[in-house]
Antibody, heavy 116, light 112 residues
Framework: EVQLTESGGDSVQPGGSLRLSCAAS????????MSWLRQAPGKGLEWVGN????????YYVDSVKGRFTISRDNAKNSVYLQINSLRVEDTAMYYC?????????WGQGTMVTVSS | DIVMTQTPLSLSVTPGQPASISCKSS???????????LSWYLQKPGQSPQLLIF???SRFSGVPDRFSGSGSETDFTLRISRVEAEDVGVYYC?????????FGQGTKVELK
């Protein structure tokens, strides 16, 4: 059974930083692109960025470039999202997902709240 | 960026009746390899999104055959042949032909 488990969400002040983690099991993690997505409260889905199997390529949506960094540790079957200079508009549920072009497996999400 | 536009934004359906959702893209999603990179997701209340359809019309593992996807380069449709209670939630289309991946606004489906 495939499982993706996110962690690291928290309530932080604007300008703060967080590191989100996503641990995978049930898949050959090192063989797959992985994506991060987010969903603001009551809003739709937004793709944040993705990372290639070996971590050599990363892509981001324009609104997070320079502030968000995706990384992975294939030895730990984990992908990470470092979020810096947090803004109120970054408040959202953050999901990781296996990226096969389509997102076939999703985690349960971890909530990030940015508020003063 | 490719803009995805869904209609309607909400749908009230009698159980057992069909339903359809339209999705239009601002650019063709037909890749040179012949694949169309359009997928559909359902987010049930309080849950993570789940994949229903990928590459225009392929049902993901375990998805009931009452769900079907169709369309062409920029116009797409998700059909539910007979809506069941478990089908309520918000449906999203998404393109993965180009980066950034982009989603439609979502269509909320509820039962009458």
């Amino acid at each position: 059974e495939v499982q993706l488990t996110e962690s690291g969400g928290d309530s932080v002040q604007p300008g703060g930083s967080l590191r989100l983690s996503c641990a995978a099991s049930g898949i050959i993690f090192s063989s797959h692109w992985m994506s991060w997505l987010r969903q603001a409260p009551g809003k739709g889905l937004e793709w944040v960025g993705n990372i290639k199997e070996d971590g050599s390529e990363k892509y981001y949506v324009d609104s997070v470039k320079g502030r968000f960094t995706i990384s992975r540790d294939n030895a730990k079957n984990s992908v990470y999202l470092q979020i810096n200079s947090l803004r109120v508009e970054d408040t959202a549920m953050y999901y990781c997902a296996r990226d096969m072009g389509a997102f076939d497996f999703w985690g349960q999400g971890t909530m990030v709240t940015v508020s003063s | 960026d490719i803009v995805m536009t869904q209609t309607p934004l909400s749908l009230s359906v009698t159980p057992g009746q069909p339903a359809s959702i339209s999705c239009k893209s601002s650019q063709s999603l037909l890749h040179s390899d012949g694949k169309t990179f359009l997928s559909w997701y359902l987010q049930k209340p309080g849950q993570s999104p789940q994949l229903l359809i990928f590459e225009l019309s392929s049902r993901f593992s375990g998805v009931p055959d009452r769900f079907s996807g169709s369309g062409s380069e920029t116009d797409f449709t998700l059909r539910i042949s007979r809506v069941e209670a478990e089908d309520v939630g918000v449906y999203y289309c998404m393109q993965s032909k180009d980066l950034p991946r982009t989603f439609g606004q979502g269509t909320k489906v509820e039962l009458k």
